[in-house]
């Protein structure tokens, strides 16, 4: 046979396979996937956490790319008096126009659902792998339990 394993010998369940593994390893794995799942949708979310609303100049807009590459630069103002410049994303501003958008210390964009987006979906597809990791883990102890282990 291609696996090397002979006609009589059964494969391995994942139960028995993750019995095999060193204590550290089982319990790691859960809780790395729980990190993750905490961590990653608020370090992509970054954006967003701390935005309030502002009037932003757009100073130059780069529209020598594909409408995805389009960069634009421009100033607005925070409100604690800081004026911040950095790259304007969202919509389509033109350079010299004055726009109502959302911004934080680093990043400004005329539409909010710009920077909703990504952490929301990484939030909803972590959520499903932890769910069906959960099942799994579940359905392997009941089948351990049934089996009399």
């Known amino acids: ?15 028995t396979r993750m019995a095999r593994r060193p204590r550290w390893q089982r319990i790691l794995v859960p ?7 905490l961590v990653l949708p ?3 979310g970054r954006n967003l956490i701390g ?3 502002v009037s932003i100049q757009v100073e130059s807009c780069d529209l020598g790319g594909p409408k995805a590459t389009e960069r634009c630069r421009g100033t607005w103002s925070m ?12 919509g389509s501003p033109r350079a010299g126009e004055q726009v109502d958008g959302w911004a934080n210390g680093e990043r400004a964009t005329v539409n909010l659902m710009s920077w909703l987006i990504a952490p929301l979906m990484v939030g909803s597809v972590l959520l499903a792998v932890m769910v069906a990791l959960a ?3 579940v359905r392997a102890a009941a089948k351990r339990a049934r089996q009399g282990r």
Not at 1 to 15: E, F, I, L
Not at 79 to 90: E, F, L, S, Y
Request: charged letters at 15%; zero cysteines; proline letters at 7%.
């Open 1 to 15: 046979m291609a696996s090397g394993r002979s006609a009589s010998t059964p494969p391995d369940d994942y139960v």
């Open 31 to 37: 809780i790395l996937m729980v990190l993750v799942l």
């Open 42 to 44: 608020v370090g992509l």
């Open 51 to 53: 935005a309030e609303r």
């Open 79 to 90: 409100a604690d008096g800081r004026v911040v410049t950095g790259p304007v994303g969202g």
């Open 135 to 137: 099942v799994v883990f």
